[in-house]
């Protein structure tokens, strides 16, 4: 059975860019009111006005920086003081970083197991026994194609993509005979700041990549449909399941001759 949507309450981490903001999109055009946070709060305030003018819908915002644990809290603490129940969490919000070991940032591989693995467990352990309780709601975590094998010189990253596949497969089969569902989205390369942000500058130019709508109507209907996990597009299904028979070694090394590449070339462009 298809849940119900409308007049009902999501809450949307990262919706201030890319595929969290086309989620609130398309949730709205639902007309879920949302719950909006990420650091950039302006952008956070333009995309609820739009939506309200759009389809009328309600939005909270609250900005919050979600590697600090009182960022959290602060979240949650706020979203407890509203009147209605959540009946959607999309863990959205992540990033990767591309680099080798002698040039990795410790901290911000520990900042990123925080953002993917961290908040990602609390919010929907946070959400779903209420969920349970009433029978109602449910979550979609944001994975990737990258959490069906490593991928060397983003090792953190994948693992930590790996992490919410596993865990939202494994929840999806503790939820089997309620109404409330678990989604895990692996989205392959999208059209997003994402590979700016993560230091692989010319990888959109150089492949082909979906847009965040296409990646996000694919997630919300194999969501409706209580699917465990959701991989837009043919090609990137296909890259998971290659990597299913493939001698592990191999996977891995495949992978390596097309990171090892990007990885060279973000240390290039810093020397420069
Ligand atoms: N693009 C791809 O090819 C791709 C492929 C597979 C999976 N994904 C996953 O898709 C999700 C969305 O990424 P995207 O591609 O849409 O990239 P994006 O445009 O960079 O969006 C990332 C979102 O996460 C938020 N975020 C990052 N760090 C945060 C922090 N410390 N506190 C609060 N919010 C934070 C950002 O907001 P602020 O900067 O305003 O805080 C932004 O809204 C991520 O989990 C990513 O791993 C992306």
């Known amino acids: 059975m298809k849940p119900q ?3 009902k309450w999501a809450l949307i981490t990262g919706a201030s860019s890319g595929i969290g903001e086309e989620f609130a999109n398309q949730l709205a055009a639902k007309g879920m009111h949302l719950i909006l946070t990420a650091r950039r709060e302006d952008r956070l305030q333009q995309l609820a006005e ?3 003018q759009l389809h009328g819908t309600k939005t909270v915002v609250i900005p919050a920086d979600l590697i600090q644990p009182e960022g959290v809290e602060k979240l949650i603490k706020e979203i407890r003081s509203l009147p209605d129940p959540v009946t959607l969490v999309v863990n959205n919000a992540g990033f990767g ?3 080798s070991i002698e040039n990795s940032d410790l901290q911000k591989l520990i900042d990123i197991v925080q953002v993917n693995i961290s908040v990602v467990t609390r919010l929907t352990y946070e959400f779903l026994p209420e969920m349970m309780a009433r029978n109602d709601g449910g979550v979609i975590n944001v994975s990737s194609v990258t959490a069906f ?4 010189y983003m090792g953190v990253y994948s693992a ?3 992490y919410v596949l596993h865990l939202s497969e494994a929840l999806w089969a503790e939820l089997y005979e309620s109404d409330v569902r678990i989604t895990a989205l ?3 390369p999208t059209k997003t700041e994402f590979f700016d942000k993560a230091g692989a500058t010319s990888w959109l130019s150089k492949n082909f990549a979906h847009t965040s709508s296409q990646v996000v109507s694919k997630a919300l209907q194999y969501y409706e449909s209580s699917h465990p996990f959701c991989i837009p597009g043919i090609k990137n299904w296909l890259l998971a399941l290659v990597t299913k028979f493939g001698r592990r070694r191999r996977v891995v090394w495949e992978a390596r001759k097309v990171f090892h590449k990007l990885a060279k070339e973000k240390q290039t462009e810093k020397v420069d």
């Open 5 to 7: 949507l409308s007049d």
């Open 50 to 52: 739009k939506l309200f």
């Open 97 to 99: 970083e591309v680099s």
């Open 149 to 152: 094998q490593p991928v060397p």
């Open 160 to 162: 930590s993509k790996a």
């Open 186 to 188: 692996c989205p392959g």
